[in-house]
């Protein structure tokens, strides 16, 4: 399979210069390859955060390559980031970043407002994605309403809701407990069953302990100490 993630030499470092400086990744290299689950492992404060926001294009790194699809992205002005970022990647955060005083509907279908697309087709694909994971029957309901596995349900539904080819979940079990961590396994398995390529950083062992991860990447202290394939 090929790549379609690749870092080379990524350094990142945060408050350059200043007193409270801190470096939060120390050439770092990985690549994933297409249709992957990877995970990448490791206590917080070890970088894996910062690597997945640099390989979604949500930051920039401070030196290093950040090739997605054969294409680096690294150097590239904001807008084309802003476009990688739509057409590329759904993003799984792990406070689910939901507007709580929207509907559902309205939630999964905020990525969209900006492309030209009219109602009736956001509509549709928005009822499309909901209905896939089993809370259309919420659409109408404020996210205040919602319990926090129906939360996540629909934070997946919005990362879903543009077709990405690579979906990057942040701590996704942080707040979930056993069976609604189990729950969401199911869907990225599901979802990878589809093509979807799934990189997800976590230090559950619910997620790095299963048998559906076929990467592991472990971090410590901003680097890759080693990494596993199976």
Do not use: W
Request: neutral net charge; hydrophobic residues 40%; contains cysteine.
């Amino acid at each position: 399979m090929e790549d379609i993630i690749k870092t080379e030499d990524v350094v990142c470092i945060f408050n350059r210069g200043l007193p409270d400086e801190m470096v939060a990744l120390r050439g770092v290299s990985v690549e994933i390859k297409r249709g992957e689950i990877c995970v990448l492992r490791g206590a917080s404060g070890c970088g894996k955060t910062t690597l997945l926001s640099l390989i979604g294009c949500m930051a920039r790194p401070t030196s290093g390559k950040i090739m997605v699809r054969g294409r680096d992205v690294a150097k590239l002005t904001e807008r084309f980031l802003t476009e990688i970022r739509r057409s590329t990647f759904g993003f799984i955060f792990q406070q689910f970043n939901l507007i709580r005083e929207l509907t559902v509907f309205e939630n999964v279908a905020l990525p969209l407002y900006p492309l030209d697309s009219t109602f009736l087709q956001i509509k549709h694909m928005a009822e499309e994605v909901l209905g896939k994971l089993h809370i259309i029957h919420k659409k109408n309901a404020p996210i205040r309403q919602l319990s926090g596995g129906e939360q996540q349900r629909v934070a997946i539904a919005r990362a879903l809701i543009n077709n990405p080819e690579i979906i990057l979940a942040d701590e996704p079990t942080a707040h979930l407990d056993s069976k609604l961590s189990n729950d969401l396994i199911d869907i990225m398995v599901n979802l990878n069953k589809e093509g979807k390529t799934i990189i997800i950083a976590t230090h559950d062992p619910e997620v790095f302990e299963h048998a559906f991860i076929n990467r592991t990447i472990f971090m410590k202290d901003g680097l890759v100490r080693e990494v596993r394939t199976q």
